[in-house]
């Protein structure tokens, strides 16, 4: 089990940034991957980003391409997304997601499936203001 917890959230006016942080703990070695998925206005939640614990392999939703950047530290068993130049449509709850183990070139293609994480935090609060 692997337990996640989302830290950062808040308001913030359009052009501003935000740093999200996720802190795991339990079984944390076993997991492939995390990632950061949001839910806004349209109540779907969507993939953001992604990164490959061990190696670092990094994706992005193409909406959040060079605004945002997902990050880890395994020694403190963190991952964090920094947010800049944040945009109204921005604003959602964001969700820090992990992995089991996963075969590394299946994941490659099924990473922004909601279905391919196994544990979910309880989500942090993005307003962006206009």
């Known amino acids: 089990q692997v337990q996640l917890v989302e830290s950062g959230g808040g308001l913030v006016q359009a052009g501003g940034s935000l740093r999200l942080s996720c802190e795991a703990s339990?079984?944390?070695?076993?997991?492939?991957?995390m990632g950061w998925f949001r839910q806004g206005a349209r109540n779907e939640r969507e993939f953001v980003a992604a990164?490959?614990?061990?190696?670092?392999?990094?994706w992005y939703a193409d909406p959040v391409k060079g605004r945002f950047a997902i990050s880890r530290d395994n020694a403190r068993n963190t991952v964090s997304l920094q947010m800049d130049s944040l945009k109204p449509e921005d604003t959602a709850v964001y969700y820090c997601?992990?992995?089991?183990?996963?075969?590394?070139?299946?994941?490659?293609?099924?990473?922004?499936?909601?279905?391919?994480?196994?544990?979910w935090g309880q989500g942090t609060q993005v307003t962006v203001s206009t």
């Open positions: 990164i490959v614990r061990n190696e670092g392999t990094a």
């Open positions: 997601a992990a992995t089991s183990p996963r075969n590394p070139a299946l994941f490659a293609g099924r990473r922004f499936r909601e279905s391919e994480y196994d544990y």
């Open positions: 339990g079984h944390t070695s076993s997991s492939y991957a």
